[in-house]
């Protein structure tokens, strides 16, 4: 998560997290939790991110072929659609290996009206 996003989060977060048992902190400690600026957040967390960094999972050729036969639109070129006029994609939920069973998302987006549709889709 972006530390810009987390930071004003933490306080309620670590409230929450206390009252329900899961986090236990002395209280001069829990102070300086609740007041971590997000650049402190990113300075300590700089070490971790680079250890843990996620390799994309590369395409093949083929699908590379593919992809590039399919027009991509920015957000700004969808003027003067009607709705029906959709896009979708599949999200896979296969962490880092694409091998077994997981689960997949569909994900289908009205383009004029922003709705948006998920499904779940088992053993894609």
């Known amino acids: 998560m972006c530390s810009k996003r987390l930071a004003p989060f933490l306080p309620g977060l670590v409230d929450a997290l206390e009252r329900h ?5 002395p209280a001069k400690m829990r102070a300086l939790l609740v007041q971590l600026s997000p650049a402190t957040i990113d300075r300590l ?9 996620r390799q994309p999972i590369t395409q093949s050729a083929a699908s590379a072929a593919l992809k590039a036969l399919v027009p991509v639109r920015a957000f700004g070129e969808w003027t ?6 959709f896009q979708a994609d599949l999200v896979f939920h296969c962490g880092e ?3 077994g069973f997981h689960l997949t998302t569909l994900v289908m987006i009205d383009v004029a009206s922003g709705w948006t ?8």
């Open 21 to 25: 048992g899961e986090l236990t902190l």
């Open 45 to 53: 967390l700089a070490p971790t991110r680079q250890r843990q960094r």
């Open 80 to 85: 003067g659609v009607t709705p029906g006029s």
């Open 97 to 99: 290996q694409t091998a």
């Open 117 to 124: 549709e998920c499904r779940a889709v088992w053993g894609l």
